[in-house]
């Protein structure tokens, strides 16, 4: 499956509406948690396309910034079409992804989050040789 590294998302418009489009799609399925924002096209991404040029999956990453992660890259979000899942898609992507993150010289460690019921990234993370190493817990304030 061909891999293409964009380097930044917004340079190529038909690859950022894919990526915007597809995040709508995944927080209304549950997979990304619905109070989070989406793309803002800063983000470095390696998209996976067919043999045709149609995009099948990506995931977008970027240098975290903040005092609590330097030298950290953050893999933000993971999509693979449900037509093309079990298939190494998701794997290579993730693979390609840390390889470009961990070219650069300044970057220590790369990270990622999944929604606690999410086995399958779990999974995935855990193959390309990621460990769990927190846990978030979350109450939700509701009102009125
Ligand atoms: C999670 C996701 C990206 C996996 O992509 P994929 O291309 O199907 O994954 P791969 O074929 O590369 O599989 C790699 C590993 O992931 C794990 N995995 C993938 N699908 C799995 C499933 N349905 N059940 C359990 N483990 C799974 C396995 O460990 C697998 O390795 P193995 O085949 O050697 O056992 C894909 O299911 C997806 O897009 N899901 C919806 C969006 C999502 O959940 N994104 C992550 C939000 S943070």
Request: hydrophobic share 40%.
């Given at each position: 499956?061909?891999?293409?590294?964009?380097?930044?998302?917004?340079?190529?418009?038909?690859?950022?509406?894919?990526?915007?489009?597809?995040?709508?799609?995944?927080?209304?399925?549950?997979?990304?948690?619905?109070?989070?924002?989406?793309?803002?096209?800063?983000?470095?991404?390696?998209?996976?396309?067919?043999?045709?040029?149609?995009?099948?999956?990506?995931?977008?990453?970027?240098?975290?910034?903040?005092?609590?992660?330097?030298?950290?890259?953050?893999?933000?979000?993971?999509?693979?079409?449900?037509?093309?899942?079990?298939?190494?898609?998701g794997?290579?992507?993730?693979?390609?992804?840390?390889?470009?993150?961990?070219?650069?010289?300044?970057?220590?460690?790369?990270?990622?989050?999944?929604?606690?019921?999410?086995?399958?990234?779990?999974n995935l993370a855990?193959r390309?040789?990621?460990?769990?190493?927190?846990?978030?817990?979350?109450?939700?304030?509701?009102?009125?």
């Open positions: 499956m061909p891999l293409r590294h964009i380097e930044t998302l917004a340079d190529d418009a038909h690859a950022f509406a894919y990526v915007a489009g597809s995040f709508e799609l995944g927080r209304a399925l549950g997979f990304f948690p619905k109070d989070r924002a989406g793309p803002s096209g800063g983000e470095q991404c390696i998209l996976a396309e067919s043999e045709f040029g149609v995009p099948v999956g990506f995931v977008t990453f970027y240098r975290a910034d903040h005092p609590n992660y330097v030298g950290c890259v953050w893999i933000d979000l993971v999509w693979v079409e449900k037509t093309h899942r079990r298939m190494g898609v794997r290579a992507m993730l693979e390609r992804a840390i390889a470009v993150a961990e070219s650069d010289p300044e970057v220590t460690r790369v990270e990622l989050g999944t929604l606690s019921h999410n086995m399958r990234m779990q855990r390309v040789g990621m460990q769990a190493s927190r846990i978030d817990f979350v109450r939700e304030v509701h009102r009125g």
